[in-house]
Structures are given as C-alpha cells and as structure tokens.
Nanobody, 124 residues
Framework: LPLVESGGGLVQPGGSLRLSCSAS????????IGWIRQAPGKEREGVSC????????NYADSVKGRFTISRDNAKNTVYLEMKSLKVDDTAVYYC??????????????????WGQGTQVTVSS
C-alpha cells in the first residue's frame, strides 16, 4: 500500500495546517489509516487513527481538541487537520495503514504500511 503524504510546512505557533494521505492505485476504504510523528531525538508517537469503516477516531492526549482526522473515500484520501499548533508539535509526520480497525493506542508496531513522511515545523 503506497501511502503518500502532503501538506507539511512551516507555521507559527497557534497556526493551522492540514495534512493529506493518499494511495495511488489502491483504495483506502478497508484500511485503518493513522498518523505517527517523530520529533528529533524522541521516540515515535501515535497521533491519531481512523478505521476503514469510519467510527470514532483515536487521538493521543497531546492533540485531543486540536487535531481532527477524517477520511473522504470518494477522494481516496485521509486528512489530519491541525489547529492551535505548538512548538512541541514539530516533527516528521508519517501516514500509516493497516487492514481493518485502528489499534487502540496507534502503536507504530501495529502498522505495516508507512508513507515517506512530511515535515511539520512550528516556530516563530
């Protein structure tokens, strides 16, 4: 499953960004798609996930109330809307996938498919 991210960039604290994840030639309908990030010198952290069937997404406590994950199956795309961004949100964000439902804590080890990553930098 070739996942491709887009939408990263540089933004000031308090700003917003929207990341997108798509897969050319494959339908994402039956895959759980999530986002995992890794900041310099830190371990990978599960951010959010939405199951193939939809349902209630998972969010890390650190992003609850600020990030929203959604999917548009007609466009074969999953989005991560990020608002009220903080310096601590700076990281490479990876789109990840697995068949069926999300794992409970968006653990990196639970996802077989990874995109190449997109850099998000929050800085004044």
């Amino acid at each position: 499953l070739p996942l491709v991210e887009s939408g990263g960039g540089l933004v000031q604290p308090g700003g917003s960004l929207r990341l997108s994840c798509s897969a050319s030639g494959f339908t994402l309908d039956y895959y759980a798609i999530g986002w995992i990030r890794q900041a310099p010198g830190k371990e990978r952290e599960g951010v959010s996930c939405i199951s193939g069937s939809g349902g209630t997404p998972n969010y890390a406590d650190s992003v609850k109330g600020r990030f929203t994950i959604s999917r548009d199956n007609a466009k074969n795309t999953v989005y991560l809307e990020m608002k009220s961004l903080k310096v601590d949100d700076t990281a490479v964000y990876y789109c990840v996938g697995r068949w069926g439902a999300c794992s409970p804590y968006v653990s990196p080890d639970d996802y077989s498919y990874w995109g190449q990553g997109t850099q998000v930098t929050v800085s004044s």
